[in-house]
């Protein structure tokens, strides 16, 4: 009997990623969807977040009438700073990328291809005005890049893709896809679906993506 | 005695030239030098070429002087933003003309530029469009680009305190740009929070030591926070 | 909880392998971490590659290292001392392998390495026999060298106050190669003047951001300074 | 009538130079002779002594019984820090090297060619052990270098030579030579002597030095 795809909230998706960040992770959670990971981390977990404006060690939004214009994440909203916390320059916060020191950061994505390529700064169209930001030294720098997205566009298509249309962010950079409907790891074989929702099964996955799945520990 | 310190805006960024090269403090506007950059369209100088991670927000500061139309390139990492309207509009209308740098790539630039390095080897960047026609090499087994270092004639920046042989220390987020930008410009000109005598300033917490500036100016903005006890 | 402390030297130093590459803070006996070099001896790794500014002074610390036979080559800026007594017995008898690196290369090598860069142009050295066989450029009228990144697998550095996050502050002129020697190893060992609860170190003081510490031990010299009050 | 040359002593010589150290300079004071030349700084003069090790704003020796092991200069002797000054790393001090924020320095030499190349590290001996320190990123940061040295070895060959015979420091970099016997600035068109000691005159120093030497404001 076929039951519906229980497709995962934006919510339920940033609850999955939190779930596998470890105690002790240096991270740093891109602008967008994967700033909600954040709320979602078990408050029992020490869990040091970067910011790349030049802190480590990022806490919530401060309480109403706190905020304080200098103290600013990523998007440019308020932040908290943790006991434990500390500041630097710019230099020093794209060292930390670009060194290899985060162990892990969150991205979103436009399109991702089976080797891993990532394309999530620039559609390409035309009119559209460019802004890189901090992506690229992101997708890169760290020891492991996940990506969350939902795994179809609104009108259908894979955005998990044989190779990008989109201008590209890093090459072969991605390790791990955390979509509404798999979660998918990115090796140097290709693509391998860990998990799918409730509802969902090989085939049809197979079919909404068009591009070669490797399966593993995952129910038919 | 040497005094670095000056009393008027106006007078720090007098001589700031026509085509001059100005780096910008700030992310967004935390660190953003807004009165010193009042000064600057106050100068009058055109045909600037500014160096600043965003491209204005709102309508004050940068965006001014966008605004202004004293700006004729940008280099930056991310202009889009949802206040960015001015540089928007004036992109769309080919008055402006824009350097997209990867974020690290801008500081690593800019570091490289103040520590006299000829040239840089970076992967940010590899194999995607803004890498396109520049030098790639494989070290090690990794994808470099070639990167040159990004200098400018004048630096603005904002500080949270400055003492007259020109230390610095910066509050919270808005050190970002400053520290790297006040060593990559012939002339740093800093608007500080406040201003104190020297030996003030712990030796060990300057971030900024005077020999990367050049001149102070104390801006006691009506919302500045105040010395921390 | 996360915790780098360690309560003993030897057991923060006890995974070093024979051929590792180890850096070593300090600009002479400033900023030594004697007391992670002497767990070093204890720990028995041989075949070691040393990455400090000189070769060792008098008998204990580095130059202790040294006479302990346990250094393959040492990567420096200045051996030759009054007192680098052990080193000059050991090169002269062809028993040590020296890589000489102006000061500012070995700096800014080390810099890279820790910022993720895989090559940089120095000017420093061009002309020169140390520069002999590596790749030089013109770059806007100026010549440079290509030099390459020093990595570490492990980095042995002594700092002032630490917090259990692996956050530190330095002292004085004991800074000098700590801060870059941090960042560009895989595993950064610190003895620390002090340990102070979390919190305890101003954020906008702190040189060396947890981040860049796996492993911190106090170590309570006799000698050591208080905090300041 | 031909009277004595009046050779510069070593202490005459550290305060010819600092006479020309203006107030607000960076300076940088290589390790042996030039050091001596902040015991002549005028004390109404601010300058900025920046030591390799990490330090802005150097000041003397301290008392006796006030020496800090943690705090000491280029030579690893114990000095003390002005109010004003500041701590940094080495990858900061060398930048300030490096990146041309040093005004002056002042280094010692073995030799001085015509084109200013400098050696003063190395005297090549098979059987010396090497050692460069900071030497090569001084000889090229600062915006201007001065050689402070004897401008005839003991055995009376000059040290201002044609070329190096000696291992370089860095080429073409000395701006002037502040010797016992004469001043000499050297630029794009050579050596120019533009101060001799008391009781010296051209034709002797050109034949000292065997150099083709200009001349300019001195006294024949």
Known sequence: MTQDIQRMSRDQLAARVARDIPEGAYVNLGIGAPTQVANYLPPDR???????????????????????????????QPVSLLPGGSYFHHGDSFAM???????????????????????????????????????????????????????????????????????????????????????????????????????????????????DLKFTGVQA | MISKLFDSVAAAVADIQDGATVMIGGFGTAGMPSELIDGLIGNGARDLVVVNNNAGNGETGLAALLKAGRVRKIICSFPRQADSQVFDALYRAGKIELELVPQGNLACRIEAAGAGLGAIFTPTGYGTALAEGKETRRIAGRDYVLELPIRADVALIKCHIADRWGNLTYRKTARNFGPIMARAAATTIVQADHVVALGQIDPEVIVTPGIFVKRVVEVARADRLPLAA
């Open chain 1, 46 to 76: 020490e869990i040091f977040l970067q910011s790349e404006n030049g802190l480590l060690g990022m806490g919530p939004a401060p309480a109403k009438g706190q905020e304080d214009p200098e103290l600013i994440n990523a998007g440019k």
């Open chain 1, 97 to 211: 990328m670009r060194g290899g020191h985060l162990d892990i950061c969150v991205l979103g994505a436009f399109q991702v291809a089976v080797n891993g390529d990532l394309a999530n700064w620039h559609t390409g169209a035309a009119d559209a005005i460019p802004a890189v930001g901090g992506a690229m030294d992101l997708a890169i720098g760290a020891k492991q890049v996940f990506v969350m997205m939902d795994l179809l566009t609104k009108s259908g298509e894979s955005k998990l893709v044989e190779r990008c249309s989109y201008p590209l962010t890093g090459v072969s950079c991605v390790d791990r896809i955390y979509s509404d409907l798999a979660v998918i790891d990115i090796d140097a074989n290709g693509p391998r679906v860990i998990e799918m929702v409730p509802g969902l099964d090989i085939e049809t996955l197979r079919a909404m993506t068009g591009v």
